[in-house]
T-cell receptor
Framework: DTGVSQDPRHKITKRGQNVTFRCDPI?????LYWYRQTLGQGPEFLTY????????KSRLLSDRFSAERPKGSFSTLEIQRTEQGDSAMYLC????????????????FGEGSRLTVL | AQSVSQHNHHVILSEAASLELGCNYS??????LFWYVQYPGQHLQLLLK??????LVKGIKGFEAEFIKSKFSFNLRKPSVQWSDTAEYFC??????????????FGKGTHLIIQP
């Protein structure tokens, strides 16, 4: 499968613990996005990378959240001192560079990592 | 910043009924528009997209959507739904220019249930 892959698919943790999610984008995609989705809501933008550079972060991304993409390929999203409100599906998506007829901003999503904080 | 409003959070239809899901966006400039679908237990998949040209766009599985610029709308339609269309449907928008993050802004979604 050459799509976006995320790991782990499910994570249950106790409040106060740290968790890390990994995303492997489609290989030729230089843009990588993290979104969060809670029940009954659409995906909400968290942060975005172009190659290894983190170019934008949402106000939703508190200081407890950090994302990296050290070599411009896979990315990690770490949540420190988890809270019950962090329980959600964390989605990763990738895309080609913008511009040109074919590159219209379409994102290709992984299956997500579901976090449950007890 | 842009925003998206989907009018119906839950829709229940019988097979062969016609479908129209409403989507309105707010943004002052030119936009690209998308409908994504999420089948139970699966990841988000693109149904169709609009970025320029003919405002009536056709997607996979018989879906189509019409961009009406004056109404800031991008409603999704299908003339005859099937049980397999049961899913969550999300409308999304991104600025056309592609500057900055230009990540997609999603609506809250419409949960569609098709009864056999």
């Amino acid at each position: 499968d050459t799509g976006v892959s995320q790991d782990p698919r499910h994570k249950i943790t106790k409040r106060g613990q740290n968790v890390t999610f990994r995303c492997d984008p489609i290989s030729e995609h230089n843009r990588l996005y993290w979104y969060r989705q809670t029940l009954g809501q659409g995906p909400e933008f968290l942060t975005y990378f172009q190659n290894e550079a983190q170019l934008e972060k949402s106000r939703l991304l508190s200081d407890r959240f950090s994302a990296e993409r050290p070599k411009g390929s896979f990315s990690t999203l770490e949540i420190q001192r988890t809270e019950q409100g962090d329980s959600a599906m964390y989605l990763c998506a990738s895309s080609l560079p913008r511009g040109g007829y074919a590159n219209t901003g379409e994102l290709f999503f992984g299956e997500g990592s579901r976090l449950t904080v007890l | 910043a842009q925003s998206v409003s989907q009018h119906n959070h839950h829709v229940i239809l019988s097979e062969a009924a016609s479908l129209e899901l409403g989507c309105n966006y707010s943004y002052g400039g030119t936009v690209n528009l998308f409908w994504y679908v999420q089948y139970p237990g699966q990841h988000l998949q693109l149904l169709l997209k609009y970025f320029s040209g003919d405002p009536l766009v056709k997607g996979i599985k018989g879906f189509e959507a019409e961009f009406i610029k004056s109404k800031f709308s991008f409603n999704l339609r299908k003339p005859s739904v099937q049980w397999s269309d049961t899913a969550e449907y999300f409308c999304a928008v991104t600025p056309y220019s592609g500057g900055g993050a230009d990540g997609l802004t999603f609506g809250k979604g419409t949960h569609l249930i098709i009864q056999p």
